[in-house]
């Protein structure tokens, strides 16, 4: 089932890592997370033992460190 992720998220507030983070959709094969950044904060570092990320700027511009 996919989700309005623009409505989803207008019900969430940052996490520690200062993002907005919403699942949009969740299978028994995976799930995908849509996520906000609001302009000119920074997000803290976030560590996963399992699963891949894959990222997205949809306006603006980042700086993203990936890796050990």
Known sequence: TVSNWKEALSHTAPD???????????SSEGSLYV??????????A?????GDEIFQILAGHATLYSGK
């Open 35 to 44: 996520g906000v950044l609001d302009p000119l904060a920074k997000s803290q």
């Open 46 to 50: 976030v560590y996963h033992t399992e």
């Open 16 to 26: 520690k890592s200062n993002l907005s983070l919403n699942r949009v959709i969740s």
